[in-house]
């Protein structure tokens, strides 16, 4: 048995998706939506509140134990993804051809981030997180109680939310989660990863996507939608539909508080997907 709390910050809500892998099936224990008193972005110039902490620390203990890892989902601003395709085939000399792409891209010296890649076929996704939010959320997690924790960018978890609920296997299909804190789209073809962006949390931005995803070249079949999804009328060839989050996650054990809250499931995906992502990785390292 595994477990990992997901953790998704925007503005001044805080939701928690707590998860459970037991035999191969994933089980939901807790899940939490609340508003904070005071907002903190995890920027490392500013001290962590000492009111979010301690809202934090109260929800927390409110969810079944053991917490497992905390796996906080990164908004916009806190990382950069970006997609390059691969010209070596062996895992270092990738690595080096991942740092070279970095230095080409990123403002500051790549040695001020972590980066990690992703490879996918002949392409890779490559990610850079600030070494100062990662210290940021360390310091959070070492005021919690010294909890263990796992970084996930939100596109990664966007992702991740849609495998056990199998919308990924068949066709093109894109999903798209909107809040506070940042646009994120993901594009999907036959299971496989093939684009992300991370945007402004502007209409305009989904107004865009909406019309890639029905444009004639390589036509998608549908858009799965998360978050604070405006009023927006879609094109007529288009489907647009609720993620499904929890489709494929067993809520056997879920407390009778918190059956509710299923009904919510948009407010959930990018915690979710981030406790599933920690789970997923565990599973094959």
Known sequence: MSTATGIHISGNTLCLAHLEKLDNAYYLRGLI??????????DPKKEVPESFVEELRQALESLPKP????????SGG?????????????????????LWEASQTLISPVDNSAIDFIPVGRVAFWTAVRN???????TLCSVLGGNRMHLCVAPL????????????????????????????????????????ETAGPD???????LSLASSPHRPCKRVY???????????????????PIFRGINTAKLPERDRAK????????????????????????
């Open 262 to 285: 299923l009904g919510h499931a948009s407010r959930f995906a990018l915690a979710l997907g981030a406790g599933l992502h920690k789970l997923m990785i565990s599973e094959t390292s």
């Open 225 to 243: 939608l998360s978050g604070n999804i405006p009023p927006i009328a879609p094109p007529a060839d288009l489907s647009l539909v609720a993620h």
């Open 78 to 98: 806190l990382y950069h993804i970006q997609k390059v395709p691969l010209e070596v085939v062996g895992e270092e000399d990738r690595r080096e051809q991942i």
């Open 33 to 42: 939506n609340q508003r904070v008193s005071e907002a903190f972005d995890f």
């Open 157 to 196: 978890a966007l992702f991740c939310v849609g495998l056990p609920a199998r919308v990924w296997e068949s066709g093109r299909q894109m999903a798209v989660h909107i809040d506070p804190d940042g646009s994120f789209y993901i594009s999907v073809e036959n299971g496989i990863l093939i684009g992300v």
């Open 67 to 74: 917490l497992g890892t905390l796996s906080f989902s990164l």
């Open 132 to 138: 100062g939010v990662i210290e940021a959320h360390e």
């Open 203 to 209: 209409v305009s931005n989904l107004q865009r996507w």
